[in-house]
């Protein structure tokens, strides 16, 4: 079984800081981390390596530096990394992103895509489902557990107020959340193997067939009209009051905004 | 020359910070208070394979330097003093040992299990009389056949009871004094070897430190590290390693005192702002993260010049010496920068400076690494 999981190297917002001057983020120092929910997607495929038996191959489109997040998932158990990386993919956004990855997929064997709901810096939640199209696949998002059944896997599906266990026939291409599960740590001899034995693949616009004019800043139709910080929000109410009054005060103030 | 870590060091860091972060820091206070040996955490380091981070792959370990160990290390007593004592025992002294000395088949036979996290490793040197002084050793070792049969007592003995894999000195021939003594390797089960009182500690309380008990205790021939005599160059041999261990706990009980009370004067206000802002706090946090910042460059090159096959005894003493002085210093100083909430349990620093001051004492005294340094020196 052949396993495709694409990752995203992205700032921990964490330990992203305001600058309280400017209201911008402070990203200088601020360590990178592969994408919370990518992780668990990573997770769950090594699960099921350790289960049944597979190839994983992790896969992330991005700059030179997004070879350490491919090296972590190297130490953490996967057998294969791929850094697409090129001066042609820069500048797009969620469709040439998603369009590059589907190329470059499209040049290996799988039987499972995996890809996170989506990424804590940019929050868009469009990829997984975009790759999906373009490579023609079936795909169900939200997905917080699965398992392997012959040669389909049975997902469960979150929804906001209950769970959809759905079963999909391979090849299929999931979209995983990072409640799904605990990622491993990596191993220490894990990590002497992925800077000493294991390979990052690097592969360019050469090694991959796609529409140039559907990628990079040129093939990307989003454009970002104007961006500013939030307004902060007030300082909150503080009553204290007895229970009786506090469940009255709570009743007139969502009154007031006409919630109730 | 670099000052720069190699990726995977980086890579390292990321993991054991995460490690300790996640699985040590929650744990620290309660086995201390409890004075408990963390058994779980050792499972879980044994699982990422922290238990063997110098060992080379065939022997089971995870193939790093020893570099990547004081990393480990460092990070680990960020948090518990206890946990990355531990770990140096079980590396330094006992696996080390084997590794550098052992006969082939003790390597196979011990190495992998030990590397593994599978058993623990521990090193019994010390006696009642026999401290630093390591010549005045009671134990003897007599041949009896295909055994050496043991008798007399260690103590202070790190991840004793705990331990599998004891790495013993005992005097082989009493009348050639230093020479005289010999390197066993002696297995907890071993008929007559027993596990003695446990000690009540300032520090490090959840580490095991008991005495063991030698009665008529019988250990294979083939189970004798290094040759009959040498025992006290393997003695010495093992510890110049070990205190590159020690010397990482310190720094790293050190930068864990100095990031708590960044964290802390930041936010304690007292005459209307935050103590951070007061000009003495500020010169004392700088002069703390500039002696830990020294002390790290001497693990660090004391380290280095093991893995590249340096002599590197002075540098390991310079070490152990200087990063057990700064963290003493620097964990006494972060308690009194955290006022009187710095004295109460309620904060870890108090934790921090009771663990500090084993450093500066076991694995050879301060005043033992300048005896080395000196000897260097007047050579």
Not at chain 1, 55 to 60: C, D, N, R, W
Not at chain 2, 61 to 90: F, P, Q, R, W
Not at chain 2, 309 to 338: C, G, I, N, P
Request: proline content about 4%; some cysteine.
């Amino acid at each position: 079984m052949n396993i495709i999981v694409c990752i995203k190297q992205v700032p921990d917002t964490t330990e992203v800081r305001l600058n309280p001057e400017t209201g911008t983020l402070i990203r200088d120092g601020v360590p990178s981390i592969i994408n919370p929910d990518d992780k668990a997607g990573l997770e769950a495929a090594l699960d099921m390596k350790d289960a049944h038996g597979a190839h994983i191959t992790v896969i992330t489109m991005g700059p030179p530096q997004a070879d350490v997040a491919l090296r972590e998932a190297l130490a953490m158990g996967a057998d294969k990394a791929i850094l697409l990386t090129d001066r042609a993919f820069a500048g797009a956004d969620t469709l040439a992103t998603s369009t590059t990855l589907a190329a470059a997929i499209r040049k290996l064997d799988y039987d499972l895509v995996i890809a996170g709901r989506q990424a804590i810096d940019g929050d868009t939640a469009q990829v997984g489902p975009q790759i999906a199209d373009h490579l023609d696949l079936p795909q169900v998002s939200y997905v917080a557990g699965l398992e392997k059944k012959d040669n389909s896997v049975i997902l469960k599906r979150q929804f906001e107020d209950s769970y959809h266990m759905i079963q999909v026939e391979m090849p299929c291409l999931i979209t995983t959340l990072s409640e799904m599960n605990k990622p491993r740590y990596m191993r220490v001899g894990g990590i002497m193997d992925a800077y000493n034995e294991k390979v990052v693949e690097k592969w360019t616009l050469e090694d991959i067939e796609v529409d140039t004019t559907k990628i990079g800043l040129k093939g990307s139709p989003t454009k970002v009209k104007k961006s500013f910080t939030k307004g902060s929000k007030p300082a909150g109410e503080k009553h204290e009051v007895s229970p009786q009054e506090a469940g009255k005060l709570i009743a007139l103030k969502l009154k007031e905004k006409y919630v109730i | 020359m670099e000052f720069t870590l190699k990726k995977e060091h980086k890579l390292l860091k990321d993991l054991y910070q995460s490690f300790a972060e996640n699985e040590v820091k929650p744990l620290a206070a309660e086995v201390d208070e409890e004075e408990r040996f963390p058994i779980e955490t050792v499972k879980k380091m044994a699982e990422i394979g922290m238990m063997g981070i110098p060992v080379p792959k065939e022997y089971g370990g995870a193939g790093a330097d020893n570099v990547a160990y004081a990393m480990a290390v460092e990070e680990l007593a960020k948090h518990c003093g206890t946990t990355a004592v531990i770990v140096s025992a079980h590396t330094s002294l006992c696996i080390a040992p084997i590794l550098e000395n052992g006969t082939p088949a003790q390597k196979e036979q011990y190495l992998p299990s030990l590397a593994k996290g599978e058993k623990i490793g521990a090193f019994g040197l010390t006696e009642p009389n026999a401290g630093t002084d390591a010549a005045g050793q009671q134990t003897i070792a007599v041949l009896d056949g295909d055994n050496y049969i043991l008798n007399g007592s260690k103590i202070f003995i790190t991840n004793a009871g705990y331990a599998d894999v004891y790495i013993i000195f005992a005097m082989t021939d009493r009348s050639k004094g230093l020479k005289g003594i010999t390197a066993f390797i002696v297995e907890k089960g071993f008929e007559g070897f027993s596990i003695g009182k446990k000690e009540k500690k300032m520090g490090i309380k959840g580490s095991a430190t008991c005495e063991l008990i030698f009665e008529n205790c019988v250990v294979p021939k083939e189970n004798m590290l290094g040759k009959e005599g040498r025992g006290f160059g393997i003695a010495m041999k093992t510890l110049d390693g070990g205190r590159i261990g020690i010397a990482a706990q310190a720094l790293g009980l050190a930068q864990g005192a100095l990031d708590e009370t960044v964290k802390y004067t930041k936010e304690r206000k007292q005459f209307g702002r935050a103590i951070a802002k007061f000009q003495n706090t500020q010169f004392e946090l700088a002069s703390m993260d500039t002696k830990i910042e020294a002390s790290r460059l001497l693990v660090y090159k004391a380290a280095y010049f093991k893995d590249q096959k340096m002599r590197y005894s002075k540098e390991a003493a310079m070490a152990k010496l200087f990063a057990a002085d700064t963290a003493m210093e620097v964990t006494t100083k972060a308690v009194q920068l955290h006022g009187g909430y710095g004295y109460t349990r309620e904060y870890p620093v108090e934790r921090m400076m009771r663990d500090a001051k084993i450093t500066e004492i076991y694995e050879g005294t301060s005043e033992v690494q300048k005896m080395v340094i000196a000897a260097n020196l007047l050579k």
